[in-house]
């Protein structure tokens, strides 16, 4: 059972706009900034965003990411098929003093 | 190009050893902490250890502490995880993941391996 909450699956068409959400508390979300991680079967989790709403190197704009209070968003604009993945948030807890991972929101392209 | 790859994955009786490799290249190792985070069988990701780039300092999860040792040669570019005790719970994908930089206390991650199974089993 994780500390953060995340639907545990989203779905949309190509070229629709879709937000992934991630609540926490103030021990995590509340007090530190999120980073977001998109994983294809097979292969090792991207850092798609840090620090809230920073795209690294080669993430395309459509991507991006918001914070407010003890809950954060992932927003994926003009979906393509190549989105369809796993979708995780994660902060850094004060209290379990270590990271913490969203329990994971399966997007599927339809 | 930052490369990660894990090795020394398998099958393991429950009670058994294992101990994982991740080799390192394009960066100054030495300069970077470097993680261990796992995905058991349909769930989703938890980390596990983390390791300062001097090896001084470390860090596991609660459910580890006690079996699993995290350590690091940086005149290999190798982090390790030596895993002891083992259970069916620790069944899981581990990957190897590193920190942007030597502070310990977040959740960035900006690369990671490919991936090593362990499976725990009788």
């Known amino acids: 059972q994780s500390v953060l909450t995340q639907p545990p699956s989203v779905s949309g068409t190509p070229g629709q706009r879709v937000t992934i959400s991630c609540s926490g508390s103030?021990?995590?979300?509340?007090?530190?900034?999120v980073d977001w991680y998109q994983h294809l079967p097979g292969t090792g989790p991207k850092l798609l965003i840090y620090?809230?709403?920073q795209r690294p190197s080669g993430v395309p704009d459509r991507f991006s990411g918001s914070k407010s209070g003890t809950s954060a968003s992932l927003a994926i604009s003009g979906l393509q098929s190549e989105d369809e993945a796993d979708y995780y948030c994660a902060p850094w807890d004060d209290s379990l003093n270590r990271p913490v991972f969203g329990g994971g929101t399966k997007l599927t392209v339809l | 190009e930052v490369q990660l790859v894990e090795s020394g994955g398998g099958l393991v009786q429950p009670g058994g050893s294992l101990r994982l490799s991740c080799a390192a290249s394009g960066f100054t190792f030495s300069n970077y902490a470097m993680n261990w985070v796992r995905q058991a069988p349909g769930k989703g990701l938890e980390w596990v250890s983390g390791i300062s780039g001097s090896g001084v300092t470390t860090y596991y999860t609660d459910s580890v502490k006690g079996r699993f040792t995290i350590s690091r040669d940086n005149s290999k570019n190798t982090v390790y995880l030596q895993m002891d005790s083992l259970g069916v719970e620790d069944t899981a994908i581990y990957y190897c993941?590193?920190?942007?930089?030597?502070?310990?206390?977040?959740?960035?991650?900006?690369?990671w391996g490919q991936g090593t199974l362990v499976t725990v089993s009788s």
């Open positions: 620090s809230n709403n």
């Open positions: 103030s021990a995590n979300i509340g007090s530190n900034t």
């Open positions: 993941a590193k920190y942007p930089g030597n502070a310990m206390a977040t959740a960035t991650f900006d690369y």
